[in-house]
């Protein structure tokens, strides 16, 4: 992980201080795209200038900034939780979807749909402290890696939207997490990967109570989830953890088509854009049909809408930070 951590800071150093922002994305309209409206929207001479304070960029996670294939890294993680905590759970053996998790058939937990996605973590999250839940999740990522590449799975981040996090950082952008992931899963490693600290990620979430241990204040996990931030619910959570509509949204599935809508139907100057998964050889090419990161919807509706569409293959020089 420190090493990583390392490889990061350098590659986000180089991209805000090159004379060239984003060195890793080839020379086409969305690079273009973004930079201009970057520019535009932080020249005090521009008609189109935004102050500081109204500079909110909202990113879509699995998927936008890091990969979501074959399987959420959450569920993953979750599959994990299952097998080490199913001594406990004989049940487990013969209910769906503990059963596929077991099994480690991922098509029979999605077949389950997102009610039985969540139904596994509230199950494995469920019981645990914030700050026992933080350091599991911790201990998982030093050492869970990606089945095809064989990376740790924060390895799997990309490195053309790690120097647009810092590029609009150092333009006086606040970039903000809205991902239907787990908020507490994601808390852990998002300031040190992305430079996004733990107030700034919305998530999806399960009920939590207060209570008071031996003494000790703490906020333990009960087996229910609370709130799911995906589609409709993104604008919702924005609303009520932002407070101010956002002017740039980054996301890659239907599931976003909701957050980009919400964004782009401001007043003044707004920017929408979708990172579409064209590369097979390098990652993996997916859209219309995949039962992950689905790109249906919004796809048809990106150039009616005005959202630009990054073609992964043909404009991402790179798509893995180094190693």
């Not at 005090?44 to 900034?65: E, K």
């Not at 799911?228 to 407070?243: L, M, S, W, Y």
């Not at 088509?257 to 990652?283: C, N, Q």
Request: hydrophobic share 40%; proline share 6%.
């Amino acid at each position: 992980m420190k090493k990583f951590v390392i490889s990061v800071l350098f590659f986000v150093t180089y991209s805000v201080c090159a004379q060239a922002p984003l060195p890793s994305w080839n020379e086409g309209p969305s690079k273009q795209a973004v930079l201009s409206f970057i520019e535009k929207t932080t020249s005090t001479d521009s008609l189109d200038f935004i102050p500081i304070p109204q500079r909110i960029a909202v990113f879509d996670n699995d998927g936008t900034l890091w990969s979501e294939q074959p399987i959420y890294v959450q569920i993953a993680f979750t599959f994990d939780r299952i097998k080490a905590l199913a001594h406990q759970y004989p049940e487990w053996k013969t209910q769906q979807p503990f059963k596929a998790a077991l099994e480690g058939d991922i098509k029979g937990v999605l077949a389950s749909g997102q009610e039985g996605l969540f139904k596994l973590i509230a199950a494995t999250h469920a019981g645990l402290t914030t700050e026992a839940f933080r350091e599991i999740a911790e201990q998982w990522l030093k050492t869970a890696r990606h089945p095809k590449t064989g990376r740790l799975y924060t390895e799997m981040v990309y490195q053309p939207m790690i120097e647009l996090l810092a590029y609009l950082e150092s333009r006086g952008y606040k970039n903000y997490i809205v991902s239907g992931g787990g908020i507490e899963f994601m808390r852990p490693w998002t300031e040190i990967i992305y430079g996004i600290p733990p107030e700034r990620v919305i998530g999806s979430s399960i009920k939590s109570k207060f209570e008071i241990v031996n003494g000790i204040p703490q906020i333990v996990g009960l087996p229910e989830m609370q709130f799911i931030d995906d589609k409709e619910n993104k604008p919702i959570a924005i609303q009520e953890r932002i407070g101010r509509r956002p002017v740039m949204a980054f996301g890659n599935s239907d599931g976003d088509y909701e957050m980009l809508l919400w964004t782009t139907a401001g007043k003044g100057p707004r920017f929408g854009m979708l990172i579409h998964h064209t590369d097979e050889v390098r990652e993996v090419a997916y859209d219309r049909k995949s039962s992950i990161g689905r790109l249906n919807t919004a796809l048809d509706e990106a150039p009616i809408k005005g959202w630009t569409v990054v073609d992964m293959k043909r404009e991402w020089r790179e798509i893995f930070t180094a190693k």
